[in-house]
């Protein structure tokens, strides 16, 4: 079936700094992957569609600048948390998948800007 | 997208079967069902989706009313690993890619 990798599987940041997550589909090809958020005790919130080789489209109150999103390849999406802050600290989660038999998802990236 | 409504939580002996129900009464006729789960500091995992037709796979078995309103998933043998949140998701699914909407969802405890 289809495997999504996402690394790391957690990070702890210091605040001012830059984040990187990974996002790899391992077994297809995915032109479209997504970025979700959840907080704690809350239900995931899609921050962004990643489409390969144009810009992602983000979500109604997500910044495009703070959280840079590239999907250079058919394999590989990346989400940057810029300026990382406290409030950033959340656990990210990526998504791929042909659709039509469901979305395969990453496991996670519990992100703690300290 | 249609909107669902799940009971925020449900309890299920060990071994019996979880029955888990979802309103979305107004589906359209080319939305899918589908159904996923989030294991505590987990990603969702896929469980299965239908159209019209009752569904089985290898996880569990989707029951979806006539009329389309409704729908249920049915673990038939609940074990511990079960404990999760069910998310029941109404979605066109027929044009490539789509967004996948996150309600709350049914959390679902297994007890020994």
């Known amino acids: 079936g289809a495997v999504v990798s996402q690394h790391p599987s957690w990070v702890i940041c210091k605040s001012g700094t830059s984040v990187k997550i990974e996002c790899r589909s391992l077994d297809f090809q995915a032109t479209t992957m997504f970025w979700y958020r959840q907080f704690p005790k809350q239900s995931l919130m899609l921050m962004a569609t990643?489409?390969?080789?144009?810009?992602?489209?983000?979500e109604q109150g997500v910044e495009k600048d703070k959280f840079l999103i590239n999907h250079a390849s058919l394999t590989l999406s990346t989400l940057t948390v810029t300026s990382a802050h406290p409030e950033d600290s959340s656990f990210y989660i990526c998504s791929a998948g042909t659709g039509l038999y469901g979305y395969t998802f990453g496991s996670g990236t519990r992100l703690t800007v300290v | 997208d249609a909107k669902t409504t799940q009971p925020p939580s449900m309890d299920c002996a060990e071994g019996r079967a979880a029955n888990l129900p979802c309103n979305h009464s107004?589906?359209?006729?080319?939305?899918?069902v589908y159904w996923y789960r989030q294991i505590h500091s987990q990603g969702p995992q896929y469980i299965i989706h239908g159209l019209k037709n009752n569904e089985t796979n290898e996880m569990a078995s989707l029951i979806i009313t006539e009329d389309r309103k409704s729908s249920t998933l049915i673990l038939p043998h609940a074990t511990l690993r079960d404990t999760a949140v069910y998310y029941c998701?109404?979605?066109?699914?027929?044009?490539?890619?789509?967004?996948?909407?996150f309600g709350k969802g049914t959390k679902l405890s297994v007890i020994p």
């Open positions: 990643s489409n390969e080789g144009s810009k992602a489209t983000y």
């Open positions: 998701i109404v979605i066109y699914s027929g044009a490539g890619s789509y967004q996948l909407t």
């Open positions: 107004t589906i359209s006729g080319n939305e899918y």
